[in-house]
């Protein structure tokens, strides 16, 4: 077994940071492309399982985060690093899953009224906008630690860790309090 301090893979910030901003972009574009695509196809099933699997992923990943901050305070290396590869492969899927979800299903219009309905947007706005430009982050931050850069891990991370946290968190408010408009 390597040592878990040993880089995993070889250094090359031109190389990684040209990937890294590709990805980002093409994953930002297609998500924010997405709500003028609907594809009407019966799929045999209810096409709102798909919020619902995001809203489980979200709330594992939420978990995995906070157990991957505890770890790493406690200096239980490859725990930490486990659970923070858990969350990113979690997060690929719930990108799927969410993919899934707009394409099928569309829209949802948020129904409720008063002081709610202006807690709701606020969450929302955040948790769209903080979505959108975490990616990056978390991908630097992720290869900063692969290559074993420590300290410039540990300095992204303390950015990327609680915008991260957020971001799945209200993920899971944002469907406690749409999903009851699913149609």
Known sequence: M???????????????????WIFSAVIFLAVATMGAVHLKVNLGFNVHIFATINAVINTIVT???????VAVKLRKLLLHKRLMLTAMILSVLFLISYVCHHLFAGDTKYGGQGPLRYFYFFILITHVFLAAVIMPFVLFTAYRALIAEFPEHKKLARITWPIWFYVSMTGVIVYLFISPYYQ
């Open 2 to 20: 390597t040592n878990l301090l040993e880089p995993v893979f070889q250094k090359n910030d031109k190389k990684a940071r040209t990937l890294i």
């Open 63 to 69: 978990i995995l985060l906070a157990a991957a901050l």
